[in-house]
């Protein structure tokens, strides 16, 4: 006889149903998609904030995560190389480097053993030239072709970056990208004026001809460039790196904005791809986040992040938008930190910002908000309340209803699970009167206080970590993670062939070991399965 | 001819008489003769090409045969990317693998012009070659192509693209489709 299965179903009540799907889906999305502005004056700590927010994410549990960071001019990004790629350097130990630290101020080097960095500019500006002429002449015998001095131009600063030897050498593959873009506007608006007569003269050609040179030059740069920057950051590609769980930083360095603008939108479009193939949560930081450099460029790119599940995090001095976009611009952010800034921006932003604020809202925190923080614990103390109603009238003032609520504030304390961080104090505003207090206030911040707007609450916060910026125990630990990581990857069979290993040679990520990677992915041996099986 | 027989014909006669059916029948047409592996001479059928690409083709198809036996899309001639112009291209695993057999005739500098033309794009190169010297110096040729080139040769890859350690990469580590 057949056996009777018994179905049992579990029959949630319609509203705790639409809870967990909401925690599911809409939550984890939100949470993973915030979208962040951060305004202030220099030195305000926006960049501060933003460098926290990488380590943060680059802490938080998920298993395989994208970071994208751009900064056109900054350290940020070499800090942050700093922690995040010490140890993965090929041929060197952390405490080599911290003894190279101690013989020589900086950390740009002179390499003798290799031949490369040099005392001076002029040193390096000749060797450059002096190499770039090579590779023109080597590249314009192969192809019969003469390399326009525009195009020798644009070589410069690909072959520089290899010579200075500065860690991440993303720029060059920033100026990469550029070439291929050729677009005008990038010279329109460059302030150098043989540059711009160069460029002329190039637009004069036939446009077979451009295309041969720049050609020529990408090809230069795919055959000579490219291959040392693979090696030199360890054997990681720019993309591969973001598929295996990493990050991914640029860095402007000395390159103009005009350079990397035009890049900028191409390289967050292409890191959105990438995370939406790879099916990894992505976050893209942007320093220098204003009109001339990204902004007005990505204003319709914004709003679509959310759908592709891309955290955006911004920073700019002062936001001036165009008329046009500019109310759909402020209210497609989520949340808006504002550091010490002048009145003009103050006025600005509340002017979009007021009306979205609720003021009366019961609970000034719900689970969303707790997501956004998810190395966070979050512990409420109540204030002692100033107001007599709850002393005389058991808790309620019968003449004033509205001013029980209003006067009593939340502070919110987020103590980090993470024992690296400092604590982040926070209070909510409850009243207008409150935040006219506090937006006053704004103008005289400390570096690291801010006024956050937030799914229409405002609340006062530092930056957390703050207290010490770069505290030595912390940078042992992204080593160490780091670390650990890159022993996880070398115990994969593909990783490594016996030769190799036998020979203790640096690591070398070829055709091999991408392939093997991808049909892991679809057997399932790791997260990124995304497909079936086709064969 | 060895291409119809992996199609599932027990000897070579049969195969041969199944051709012949179908030239009458108008499927297929002769293209020419070629000296085959046993040095005997077979009849090359198929799309269209030039008379010195006979030797070529026919080699294609005794390695493409292996991807048709196993139900993976693939396509030659005109009907590749017609950016990259591989010999064939293979869909697998979700990604292009670009076919490319060489049989030692190009020069150095028309192969890098070849390989140069992969680098436009991030899919693999399944690049076929005759004999391992032949895959040294493509080695060393196309080194910009860093995780896009595999390499084997033509002895392997006509008996079983599929089998243990085929493919190498660049850098000598092994891996099988």
Not at chain 1, 199 to 204: D, G, W
């Amino acid at each position: 006889m057949n056996s009777i299965i018994a179905k049992r179903t579990i029959e949630l009540p319609a509203e705790r149903r639409q809870q967990i799907l909401t925690n599911v889906f809409v939550r984890q999305r939100t949470a993973r998609a915030k979208r962040t502005l951060r305004i202030g004056s220099p030195g305000s700590w926006k960049s501060g904030a933003s460098e926290v927010e990488a380590c943060e994410w680059w802490l938080t549990p998920f298993e395989r995560q994208g970071l994208l960071f751009i900064d056109p001019h900054g350290d940020t990004v070499e800090s942050l190389s700093r922690r995040f790629f010490a140890a993965g350097r090929a041929s060197r130990t952390v405490l080599d480097e911290l003894d190279q630290k101690k013989a020589v101020p900086g950390y740009l080097q002179y390499n003798p053993v290799q031949g490369e960095g040099f005392e001076s500019e002029v040193g390096v500006h000749n060797e450059v030239m002096r190499q770039v002429e090579i590779l023109a002449d080597e590249r314009g015998h192969m192809e019969r072709i003469n390399l326009h001095p525009f195009v020798r131009q644009w070589l410069y600063w690909p072959i520089r970056a290899l010579i200075r030897d500065r860690e991440p050498l993303r720029q060059v593959l920033a100026m990469y990208q550029v070439l291929g873009d050729r677009s005008r506007n990038l010279v329109e608006q460059s302030n150098d004026r043989a540059v711009q007569a160069a460029f002329a003269e190039l637009c004069a050609l036939p446009r077979m001809e451009i295309e041969r040179q720049v050609g020529a030059a990408r090809r230069i740069i795919e055959s000579y460039v490219v291959p040392q920057v693979r090696e030199r950051s360890g054997g990681w590609d720019w993309c591969g790196f973001l598929e295996d769980g990493g990050a991914l930083l640029i860095d402007g360095g000395n390159v103009a904005q005009e350079v990397m603008r035009p890049f900028c939108l191409n390289l967050v479009l292409r890191a959105i791809v990438y995370a939406r193939l790879r099916r990894v949560p992505l976050l893209i930081i942007i320093d220098e986040f204003n009109r001339g450099f990204a902004s007005h460029m990505m204003a319709d790119q914004i709003e679509q992040m959310a759908k592709f599940l891309t955290g955006l995090s911004a920073c700019a001095q002062a936001p001036d938008f165009p008329k046009e976009i500019e109310k759909r611009f402020w209210q497609s952010f989520q949340r808006v930190e504002l550091f010490q800034s002048s009145a003009e921006v103050l006025k600005d932003m509340l002017h979009h910002l007021w009306p979205l604020i609720d003021f009366h809202r019961e609970h000034h925190r719900d689970t969303t908000w707790q997501q956004f923080h998810d190395g966070f614990d979050e512990i409420e103390r109540e204030k002692v309340s100033r107001t007599f109603g709850k002393q005389h009238h058991g808790g309620k003032n019968p003449y004033d209803t509205e001013t029980e609520s209003t006067t009593t504030s939340t502070d919110i304390i987020l103590r980090p699970k993470y024992r690296e961080f400092a604590t982040e104090n926070i209070s909510y505003m409850r009243t207008e009167d409150q935040l006219i207090e506090a937006a006053t206030d704004v103008m005289q911040q400390a570096p690291g206080e801010r006024l956050v707007f937030e799914n229409g609450r405002a609340y006062w916060g530092t930056v957390p970590w703050l207290a010490s910026p770069f505290p030595p125990a912390l940078e042992r630990t992204y080593e160490k993670r780091f670390e650990e990581f890159l022993c996880e990857m070398r115990e994969r069979p593909y990783f490594r062939t016996p030769q190799a290993e036998a020979e203790n040679q640096p690591i070398r990520i070829g055709a091999a070991w991408r392939l093997s990677n991808i049909q892991n992915a679809l057997n399932g041996h790791s997260n990124g399965s995304n497909g079936a099986h086709q064969g | 001819m060895t291409a119809i027989q992996h199609l599932g014909y027990p000897g070579w006669q049969a195969a041969f008489r199944w051709a012949e059916k179908q030239v009458t029948y108008g499927n297929i047409k002769v293209l020419g003769k070629v000296f085959g592996s046993k040095d005997k001479m077979v009849n090359v059928y198929g799309w269209q090409c030039k008379a010195d690409q006979l030797v070529h083709e026919a080699e294609l198809s005794d390695i493409l045969v292996h991807f048709e036996a196993d139900g993976i899309p693939w396509c030659r001639g005109e009907d590749v990317d017609s950016e990259f112009r591989a010999d064939a291209d293979v869909r697998e695993y979700g990604h292009v693998f670009h076919l490319e057999l060489d049989r030692d005739t190009e020069r150095r500098r028309a192969l890098a012009r070849r390989l140069q033309v992969y680098a436009k794009g991030s899919d693999f190169v399944l690049f076929v070659a005759p004999h391992d010297r032949r895959i040294k110096q493509v080695r060393e040729i196309g080194s910009f192509l860093g995780d896009q080139l595999l390499l084997t040769t033509y002895a392997k890859a006509s008996k079983d693209p599929f089998g243990k350690n085929v493919w190498e990469d660049i850098y000598g580590n092994k891996c099988s489709l």
